[in-house]
């Protein structure tokens, strides 16, 4: 079965510091999603993207996030200056149509110092 | 914004047991739903999923799940469950094309 592939599996950084997560859709999806799970906490949504654009976001994607998908494989998330509330698992995922099934990657942990 | 209640924050049963998750949702509208378990250590793993048609539906690895409308409900069932049953699932709601997930129900499933 086609999987999404996240890289790295874990990633630790300093406060203050940018991270780029990033996240290898399956080869025919259009929409793409970010999620993340603090530990002991439930899923959240962060924000979903189509057509090279942000197709709506939470209250948690605020201005420290930026999502891209620079070329035609890779969908990326920045967080420009990380804070320690920022230590999660996050997952991307794709589907390939709106409200359908999603394809869920392995997660990346990030650990905010 | 519609939101997705899972009753049961922790269950411990033992093998053979019978397992019912309760999932309740609030939204009027049109819905998809699905069930997602994260064993530990892994990424979340669609169990089953439904859409329209027959409101009882079967995933994998013996798990079912029946949808209620009436109730507001999609609520996941196995009728013996083993010790790799053992995880975090979640009910999730898809309305207004944004998934929106439960609050999790972790499994332990004692040999």
């Known amino acids: 079965e086609p999987e999404v592939t996240q890289t790295p599996s874990h990633q630790v950084t300093q406060m203050g510091q940018e991270v780029i997560l990033r996240c290898v859709p399956i080869?025919?999806?259009?929409?793409f999603y970010w999620y993340r799970q603090i530990l002991g906490q439930k899923v959240e949504f962060l924000v979903s993207?189509?057509?090279?654009?942000?197709?709506?976001k939470s209250e948690i994607f605020d201005d420290q996030f930026s999502v891209e998908r620079p070329d035609g494989s890779n969908f990326t998330l920045k967080i420009r200056s990380t804070k320690l509330e920022d230590s999660a698992m996050y997952f991307c995922?794709?589907?390939?149509?709106?409200?359908?099934?999603?394809?869920f990657g392995s997660g990346t942990q990030l650990s905010v110092l | 914004a519609q939101s997705v209640s899972q009753h049961n924050h922790h269950v411990i049963l033992s093998e053979a047991a019978s397992l019912e998750l309760g999932c309740n949702y609030s939204?009027?509208?049109?819905?998809?739903l699905f069930w997602y378990v994260q064993y530990p250590g892994q990424h979340l793993q669609l169990l089953l999923k439904?859409?329209?048609?027959?409101?009882l539906v079967k995933g994998i690895k013996g798990f079912e799940a029946e949808f209620i409308k009436s109730k507001f409900s999609f609520n996941l069932r196995k009728p013996s469950v083993q010790w790799s049953d053992t995880a975090e699932y979640f009910c999730?709601?898809?309305?207004?094309?944004?998934?929106?997930f439960g609050a999790g129900t972790t499994v332990t499933v004692r040999a």
């Open positions: 439904y859409f329209s048609g027959d409101p």
């Open positions: 999730a709601v898809n309305a207004d094309y944004k998934l929106s």
């Open positions: 993207f189509y057509n090279n654009e942000i197709s709506e």
């Open positions: 939204y009027g509208g049109t819905v998809n």
């Open positions: 080869s025919n999806h259009l929409y």
């Open positions: 995922a794709s589907s390939a149509r709106q409200g359908e099934k999603l394809f």
